[in-house]
C-alpha cells in the first residue's frame, strides 16, 4: 500500500478550520477533514526530536516548513492586514527573533500571527496542489513534529522551552485508503510515536518501540492510555509534562533563573477546558501529588521514596 505522510514543522493546530479556527481560511485542509479521521488529542512527545520514527522508505514524507523567516505570497498577506486595527500603517513581521514579547503590546502580537495566518494560507494552497495527485487507495496522514510560539504566554519561537499547548498539541488528520470513516472525530489521547506504530500496522510489520496503532481509533475503538508525556530541552533547563484531557501537570528541570517564570511543579487546564477539575481544591492538589512519580519516571528523577532513603543514608 502506498503510504503518504504529510509532516509540517511549526504548524499551531489552532490555526486551522478542522480544529474550530474561523479567521484563517483553509478551505483544502477543511475538505480533507470531511475525507478523513481527525484526531483531537494528539501530542508531541519531543517537539524538537529530529526522528519522525520511522525508516526512510517506508513512506512518502512531504514535509513543509512553517518556522520563521517567512515569505508566504504578497496577495495572502495583503488580504490578512485588510482589517488592520491600529493607526500605524501595517508592517509584516517576517522574520521574528525567538525572545519574550510584552502581553499588552497588542499590535505586536496582531502584526506576527496576521503574518502567520498567511503562512498558513499558504501552506493551505500547497496541500490542495498536492492532494490532486494523491490516489484514493492511499493511506494519507497530515501532523506535526510541533506547533509553535507566536507571542502567547509572552513567547516568541523556542525562547525557552515551556510546554505550552501552541507548542505541543497538533493536529493530526488521517485519511484511509478509499476514504472509510470518513467524517469520524477521535477525542482518545495520542502521541507522536503512534504515527510510527500505525505505519508498520498497515505495512504489516512488529512494532518494538513506543506508540500503538491509531488504526483501532480510526474504526471507533477505546481509549489506550490515560495521559500522554511529553519533554522538552533548553539551555541547562527542562520541562516534563502529563496531559489528560481535563489538565496537564508540568514538571521543570535546570536553573530557576533560566525559566523565572515558572514553578518547579505546575498544573495547567488544556486551553480547550475552561472550568475548574471538578472536586475539591484539596483533589486537585492530590491528583498533582500522584502525578509527580510518573513525571519523575520520564525525566529520570529519583523517586521521592528514593531520595529520603538517601536523606537518611546520609544523616548517619
Not at 474561523?22 to 483531537?40: E, M
Not at 506547533?147 to 493536529?171: F, K, V
Not at 477521535?186 to 496503532?213: C, F
Amino acid at each position: 500500500m502506498r503510504i503518504i505522510v504529510m509532516l509540517a514543522d511549526g504548524l499551531q493546530v489552532a490555526a486551522l478550520g478542522p480544529y474550530g479556527n474561523d479567521w484563517i481560511a483553509t478551505p483544502k485542509l477543511n475538505r480533507l477533514a470531511t475525507q478523513a479521521v481527525v484526531f483531537d488529542q494528539h501530542f508531541a512527545d519531543a517537539p524538537h526530536a529530529s526522528d519522525p520514527g520511522w525508516e526512510p522508505g517506508l513512506v512518502e514524507e512531504h514535509d513543509f516548513d512553517l518556522l520563521p523567516p517567512w515569505n508566504p505570497p504578497v496577495e495572502l498577506l495583503a488580504e490578512q492586514f485588510e482589517d488592520w486595527e491600529f493607526e500605524e500603517e501595517p508592517e509584516p513581521w517576517l522574520d521574528p527573533t525567538p525572545g519574550f514579547l510584552d502581553p499588552t503590546d497588542d499590535q505586536a502580537l496582531s502584526q506576527l500571527q496576521r503574518t502567520y495566518s498567511a503562512v498558513v494560507r499558504d501552506l493551505d494552497a500547497q496541500v490542495g496542489e498536492f492532494l490532486a495527485t494523491v490516489p484514493e487507495d492511499a493511506l494519507l496522514i497530515l501532523t506535526a513534529r510541533r506547533g509553535q510560539n507566536l507571542g502567547e504566554h509572552g513567547l516568541i519561537g523556542d525562547h525557552r522551552p515551556w510546554l505550552h499547548g501552541e507548542l505541543t498539541h497538533l493536529p493530526l488528520i488521517v485519511r484511509l485508503p478509499g476514504e472509510t470513516e470518513a467524517g469520524r472525530r477521535v477525542a482518545h489521547l495520542t502521541r507522536s510515536a503512534d504515527v510510527a506504530a500505525t505505519i508498520r500496522a498497515v505495512l504489516g510489520q512488529p512494532h518494538d518501540g513506543p506508540g500503538k496503532s491509531l488504526l483501532p481509533f480510526c474504526r471507533g475503538g477505546p481509549a489506550l492510555r490515560p495521559y500522554v508525556a511529553t519533554i522538552n530541552h533548553g539551555e541547562g533547563i527542562a520541562e516534563f509534562a502529563l496531559q489528560s484531557t481535563r489538565e496537564k501537570v508540568i514538571l521543570a528541570r535546570g536553573d530557576p533563573a533560566r525559566s523565572p517564570m515558572r514553578r518547579p511543579l505546575g498544573s495547567q487546564r488544556p486551553a480547550a477546558i475552561q472550568s475548574r477539575p471538578r472536586g475539591s481544591s484539596g483533589a486537585h492538589a492530590a491528583r498533582i501529588r500522584r502525578s509527580q512519580p510518573p513525571i519523575r519516571a520520564a525525566a529520570g528523577f529519583p523517586s521521592n521514596g528514593a531520595l529520603n532513603h538517601a536523606n537518611r543514608q546520609a544523616r548517619r
